[in-house]
C-alpha cells in the first residue's frame, strides 16, 4: 500500500442526499489532488491543493466542493449529485507540485449515484 | 493544450514472454515528464517508471523500459518476462512545467498463463 487511504471504498447515494469522500496520506506530502475515473474515459484531474491552498480547479461542477483542512486530509462533499456522476473518485498525493513528481495514489471510493 | 493517447484499448500477452504498449503525446513544451503507471484490478494505482524528455537515454526499472522518440513524440513501455501480477490497466501520463498530469485512456493488459 502506498500511505494514501480514502474512505468509503464503495458510496451508493440518492440525488439528493449530502455525503462526503475522505482522502488521508501519510507521507509528509504538500500537494494533494482529486481525480475522477470514469469507464472509457482518462482520468479526469478535478482539483488540487498545495499546502492547504486550492491551486487548480479544472471547471468542476459546484456539486463538488473539495476541502483541505491540513496538508494530511483532502476530503470532497458532494451534493445533488447526477447518475453521470458515478465513477471511481481517486485521491493522489505528492512532496510538491512540482512537474517531476511522483503522484502516489489511494485506492479509490467507487460512487454510484442512483 | 497537451495530450495523450493510448491506441490499444486491451492487449494481452503470454507469460514469460514480451509486450509494449503504445502511448503518444502532444505538447508545445520543451521539458516535461513522462510517466507509465499501472493500476491493478481493485488496487492502487502505482508508477511503473519515469522518463525526462531532456534525458536521451531510455529508462529502465528491472522488466520495465521504454523507448521514448521525442521527434515523433512517442513513449512506448516495454515489459519483458511477463507476469500474471503485471495484469492491470496501463496509464500513460504527461506532465510539464505549466499544466497538471494529463492521462491517456488506458490499455487493459492481460497476462495469461
Known amino acids: 500500500e502506498t500511505g494514501v487511504t480514502q474512505t468509503p471504498r464503495h458510496l451508493v447515494m440518492g440525488m439528493t442526499n449530502k455525503k462526503s469522500l475522505k482522502c488521508e496520506q501519510h507521507?509528509?506530502?504538500?500537494?494533494m489532488y482529486w481525480y475522477k475515473q470514469s469507464a472509457k474515459k482518462p482520468l479526469e484531474l478535478m482539483f488540487v491543493y498545495s499546502l492547504e491552498e486550492r491551486v487548480e480547479n479544472n471547471s468542476v461542477p459546484s456539486r463538488f466542493s473539495p476541502e483541505c483542512p491540513n496538508s494530511s486530509h483532502l476530503f470532497l462533499h458532494l451534493h445533488t449529485l447526477q447518475p453521470e456522476d458515478s465513477a471511481l473518485y481517486l485521491c493522489?498525493?505528492?512532496?510538491?507540485?512540482?512537474?517531476?513528481?511522483?503522484?502516489?495514489f489511494g485506492p479509490g471510493t467507487r460512487l454510484t449515484v442512483t | 493544450a497537451q495530450t495523450v493517447t493510448q491506441s490499444q484499448p486491451e492487449m494481452s500477452v503470454q507469460e514469460a514472454e514480451t509486450v509494449t504498449l503504445s502511448c503518444t503525446y502532444d505538447?508545445?513544451?520543451?521539458?516535461?515528464?513522462l510517466f507509465w503507471y499501472k493500476q491493478p484490478p481493485s488496487r492502487q494505482m502505482i508508477l511503473v517508471i519515469r522518463q525526462e524528455a531532456y534525458k536521451q537515454q531510455n529508462a529502465t526499472e528491472n522488466r520495465f523500459s521504454v523507448n521514448f522518440q521525442k521527434a515523433a513524440k512517442s513513449f512506448s513501455l516495454k515489459i519483458s518476462d511477463s507476469q500474471l501480477g503485471d495484469t492491470a490497466m496501463y496509464f500513460c501520463a504527461l506532465r510539464n512545467a505549466g499544466n497538471m498530469l494529463t492521462f491517456g485512456g488506458g490499455t487493459r493488459l492481460m497476462v495469461k498463463p
Open positions: 493522489a498525493s505528492s512532496p510538491g507540485t512540482s512537474y517531476s513528481y511522483e503522484q502516489y
Open positions: 505538447t508545445s513544451e520543451s521539458n516535461y515528464y
Open positions: 507521507l509528509g506530502h504538500n500537494a
